[in-house]
């Protein structure tokens, strides 16, 4: 079992910048790969960055550049440094952990609410 839990959202305005937090607990959190995806209403779930076990990232085309995601996994946190930030930016943002065992499923947080007022 792992939880995670968001925190970091908020009202910007464009151009701004927001740190966005992910503080996970469980079994094997330096194995997995965490990552922050992003849901507007009556849209899909869409990526927006992950990071492996070994450091590497992987960003969704609209926000690279332009956001970086990192890992502390003494801390057993991921962030999501945002800058620059568009009106289309705006989503409830989660974040998310892998399975590494066979036995389980994928896990979620519950969101954070990011607004980005032009």
């Known amino acids: 079992q792992v939880q995670l839990v968001e925190s970091g959202g908020g009202l910007v305005q464009t151009g701004g910048s927001l740190r966005l937090s992910c503080a996970a607990s469980g079994r094997f959190l330096s194995l997995r790969t965490m990552g922050w995806y992003r849901q507007t209403p009556g849209e899909q779930r869409e990526l927006v960055a992950t990071?492996?076990?070994?450091?590497?990232?992987n960003y969704a085309a609209s926000v690279k550049g332009r956001f970086t995601i990192s890992r502390d996994n003494a801390k057993n946190t991921v962030y999501l440094q945002m800058n620059t930030l568009k009106p289309e930016d705006t989503a409830v943002y989660y974040c998310?952990?892998?399975?590494?065992?066979?036995?389980?499923?994928?896990?979620w947080g519950q969101g954070t609410q990011v607004t980005v007022s032009s």
């Open positions: 998310h952990s892998d399975r590494v065992l066979s036995s389980e499923s994928d896990y």
């Open positions: 990071i492996t076990s070994s450091g590497t990232t």
